[in-house]
């Protein structure tokens, strides 16, 4: 009987030692239950893709869909927007200052999303301190009508959801080198000059980071549309919740999760390829 020498054994690369318990974990925590709801989606109530033509031709779900993606995408517009503003200022005041920006930034992300969403609530009713101080300075005779609607959840949304966007693109700004700044001012070109031509291309990588990645979370939002909606904005999380829970269509259910992680997934794929993810990672 021919015996194998033991020196002659293929070796395991010690990385893949070191992963092999984090991707058998994963795949336990995360890929079974994904599988499962894949699975779900096109087996509940009967075998086909009967969930997914609900989705995309019935009046109710077409409702929800766009209005998840519209109030997503204003969303992501105001966050980034403002985000820009706050990491410009960040990048460029002294160090005093930029930590002080930085802790008003971060400390927010340390408050739950249900007392964020409840004390927008309170300050945005009718008789609220908003609408007061609108009232009190003229500006309108009668209290605007702030929540209930999509005006209050895009409020509380792009607040909870600015930090999100003001991280990668302060991140983007700090790597730029001011000698290229310096540079196109001492050739001749003005502030506005400098800023369209030469700072805005170094950082639009890291907005489009921040745009994907306030967008992917604006998608699977649930508390903020539920308190500052009052009900009349149903996002797709919110809807989700009451097929799986109230009306018991759990293949629905499943149908409309499953798309949002086919956004979410091309979305990080898209941002992985243009951001530049794998150079990154040193692949």
Not at 6 to 25: A, D, Q, S, Y
Not at 181 to 209: D, E, H, M, N
Not at 245 to 256: E, K
Not at 263 to 268: A, H, N
């Amino acid at each position: 009987m021919n015996q194998v020498n033991p020196g002659t054994w293929p070796r395991l690369n010690p990385i893949w030692c070191l992963l092999l318990p984090m991707i058998i974990l994963v795949g336990c925590l995360y890929l079974v239950p994904v599988i499962n709801v894949l699975l779900m989606s096109v087996s509940e109530p009967h075998v086909g893709l009967e969930n997914y033509h609900r989705m995309m031709s019935a009046r109710g779900p077409l409702r929800v869909l766009f209005t998840t993606l519209r109030v997503s995408a204003i969303t992501t517009v105001l966050a980034v927007l403002a985000g820009y503003i706050v990491s410009y200022a960040m990048a460029n005041v002294g160090e005093m200052h930029r930590r002080i920006l930085m802790l008003g930034v971060v400390i927010p992300l340390w408050i739950s999303v249900l007392i964020r969403s409840l004390s927008w609530m309170v300050l945005l009713a009718d008789n609220g301190p908003v609408n007061s101080s609108l009232i009190h300075s003229g500006l309108v005779s009668a209290p605007v009508h702030f929540v209930n609607n999509e005006i209050g959840v895009v409020i509380g949304m792009t607040h909870y959801l600015l930090p999100y966007a003001v991280l990668p693109i302060f991140a983007a700004m700090r790597d730029i080198d001011q000698r290229l700044l310096f540079a196109s001012r001492s050739l001749g070109a003005g502030a506005t000059r400098t800023f369209l031509k030469v700072y805005l291309p170094l950082t639009i990588q890291g907005a489009f980071a921040a745009t994907v990645i306030v967008f992917v979370f604006g998608l699977g939002f649930y508390v903020t549309p539920a308190i500052l909606g009052g009900g009349r904005v149903v996002m797709m999380a919110e809807s989700i919740n009451v097929e799986i829970m109230q009306t018991l269509r759990w293949g629905f259910g499943a149908a409309q999760a499953v798309f949002l992680l086919v956004i979410t997934v091309v979305l990080v794929r898209l941002m992985a390829k243009t951001v530049g993810f794998k150079k990154g990672l040193g692949s």
